[in-house]
């Protein structure tokens, strides 16, 4: 089992900048997939970024030059790096891995853009 917990959401201005953070622990033995969804109020959960052990790494187009996937292998720890934040940014964010053939999900974290 992989435990994810997300850190790192708060009340910004657009504009402004947040980095949110993933902490996995648990039986990490390779983490095949890191990435960071979204879901907006009355809306779908949404793929923001994703990051393969290998590969290329994905950015939903709109947040294409203004967020940042990142992780620390040795530190077990995915991050999500957000500039220039806009009011449609506005949602809860869940970090996700994959691991052998299983989803993992944190509990997510409250991104709000507002003035």
């Known amino acids: 089992q992989v435990q994810l917990v997300e850190s790192g959401g708060g009340l910004v201005q657009p504009g402004g900048s947040l980095r949110l953070s993933c902490a996995a622990s648990g039986s990490i033995f390779r983490l095949d997939v890191v990435a960071w969804y979204r879901q907006a109020p009355g809306k779908q959960r949404q793929l923001v970024a994703r990051?393969?052990?290998?590969?290329?790494?994905f950015y939903l187009d709109s947040v294409k030059g203004r967020f940042t996937i990142s992780r620390d292998n040795a530190q077990s720890t995915v991050y999500l790096q957000m500039n220039s934040l806009k009011p449609e940014d506005t949602a809860v964010y869940y970090c996700y891995a994959l691991q052998s053939g299983l989803n993992y999900w944190g509990q997510g974290t409250q991104v709000t853009v507002s003035s």
């Open positions: 990051m393969p052990s290998s590969g290329s790494t």
